[in-house]
């Protein structure tokens, strides 16, 4: 990922929120016949500095070992920034469209788990996560015991440790206050997809 330095965020707090807001990964890895990507769902594990995820045991990734070179990519807020919006464009008309957005990318060296009680731990956690804002929440529990044990079977451990860490907030910091405020304005009038959420960005700077 290219960040010029002031789109760079090296804040661990924020990037970490990123990913538990965002979980699903775009999970990077190269191979003999070039570079794959697979869409995993994460659970972050900050005390031990891993994500943790499964894929089924009929993906090609299951079958590529251990310490594999990967890349998990998590997206956060993104939006189209109308030059429309900015004052330079009555001023002198030298503006150009841009997209704000958020995005964190962990590298290391992807590690493949096949023990019933790692999966099952994973199942969970997962599972935790993704209902803990559901009024009547799922649990792995509340399915019979012998499903889960099939569909447990079919899948396939992956734990990527922390090896690398980069955050980049594309959110108008290089534009001067006033075309920010602007910017505010016209992601708020629009509020489309992550408007709000871009606006809130770009206002905190």
């Known amino acids: ?83 429309a919006w900015y004052p330079g464009k009555a001023q002198h008309g030298r503006v150009v469209p841009t997209w704000n957005y958020t995005a964190v990318h962990v590298g290391g060296s992807l590690r493949l788990v096949d023990d019933p009680d790692w999966l099952m731990a994973q199942l969970r956690a997962l599972t935790v996560q993704q209902e803990s804002d559901s ?5 792995v529990g509340d399915a019979p015991a012998a499903y889960i044990e099939k569909l447990r079977a079919a899948i396939v451990g992956v734990e990527l440790p ?4 980069e955050g980049k907030w594309k959110v108008s910091q290089n534009q001067n206050a006033e075309t920010r405020a602007a910017v505010v304005r016209g992601l708020r009038e629009r509020s489309s997809g992550d408007d709000l959420a871009m606006a809130a960005l770009v206002e905190a700077g």
């Open 162 to 165: 922390l090896e690398t860490l």
């Open 1 to 83: 990922m290219y960040p010029p330095k002031y789109f760079q965020n090296s804040d661990p707090e924020p990037l970490f929120r990123l990913i538990r807001a965002n979980p699903l990964a775009a999970l990077v890895t190269g191979g003999s016949a070039g570079p794959r990507v697979d869409h995993v769902p994460m659970v972050l594990d900050v005390d031990e500095r891993v994500l943790r995820g499964h894929i089924a045991r009929i993906n090609p990734l299951a079958q590529c070992g251990d310490s594999v070179p990967a890349l998990a990519v998590f997206s956060g807020a993104d939006s189209y920034i109308s030059p």
């Open 135 to 139: 009024p009547n929440p799922w649990a």
